[in-house]
């Protein structure tokens, strides 16, 4: 499962590159095995999958790839809407592994 950047790490940022780093790295070790939170975070079906509605901000967070507003705690955790749609996204990736009947 890869990282997702939370809202203090702006592209370019050395935490931020690390990051991008390690995710590609993850996703070229474990191939489709691998869960690319941050990409879902990014994409609109977080928001067919929470039902929740963006925001102006939401959709600017996304655009500058951090965790959108509606879905976090606070600047590096998601709140309990976020996490579940992560399980959600895991669930589906573990089924589809056939790990799960």
Not at 16 to 36: F, H, I, P, Q, W
């Amino acid at each position: 499962m890869g990282h997702f950047a939370n809202s203090t790490m702006p592209v370019g940022s050395s935490a931020r590159t690390k990051m991008d780093a390690e995710n590609a790295r993850l996703a070229s070790v474990y191939g489709g095995r691998y869960v690319d939170v941050f990409a879902y975070l990014k994409s609109n079906q977080v928001w067919i999958d929470t039902g929740v509605t963006p925001t102006a901000t939401d959709l600017s967070d996304q655009a500058a790839g951090v965790i959108p507003t509606s879905l976090r705690a606070d600047t590096g955790h998601l709140n309990g809407v976020g996490y579940a749609a992560v399980a959600l996204l895991v669930g589906d990736m573990i089924v589809a592994q056939g790990w799960l009947g």
